[in-house]
């Protein structure tokens, strides 16, 4: 599978985004997806996940303000990010597994696809 991920760019505190990150490759409906950030000098974080089941999960820092959700026929997974904060500024990579159980969901490790990034600047 490969994972390629856009819609990144700058955006005022406030503002939105969508990110989208297509697969290539074989089909990855059934597959966990997720997102994950790196700020420049931090460790990349979770951001939000969805499983094959359609389970969610999210990083408090962002709950509430973005929403992730996919479309198996495009192969693809989005990233809505609403009520945009200069915190937000990072390099957003997209990432996918077969299957994850919930308690994993979180880490990085759990995952063993990922694209190449899309950087999102919030600006004040």
């Known amino acids: 599978v490969q994972l390629q991920a856009s819609g990144g760019g700058l955006a005022q505190a406030g503002g939105s985004l969508r990110l989208s990150c297509a697969a290539s490759?074989?089909?990855?409906?059934?597959?966990?997806k997720g997102w994950f950030r790196q700020a420049p000098g931090k460790e990349r974080e979770f951001v939000s996940a969805i499983r094959g089941a359609g389970t969610t999960a999210y990083a408090d820092s962002v709950k509430g303000r973005f929403t992730i959700s996919r479309d198996n026929a495009k192969n693809s997974v989005y990233l809505q990010m609403n009520s945009l904060k200069v915190e937000d500024t990072a390099i957003y990579y997209c990432t996918a597994v077969q299957s994850v159980i919930i308690s994993h969901i979180r880490s990085a490790s759990s995952y063993n696809y990922w694209g190449q990034g899309t950087l999102v600047t919030v600006s004040s």
């Open positions: 490759g074989r089909t990855f409906s059934n597959y966990a």
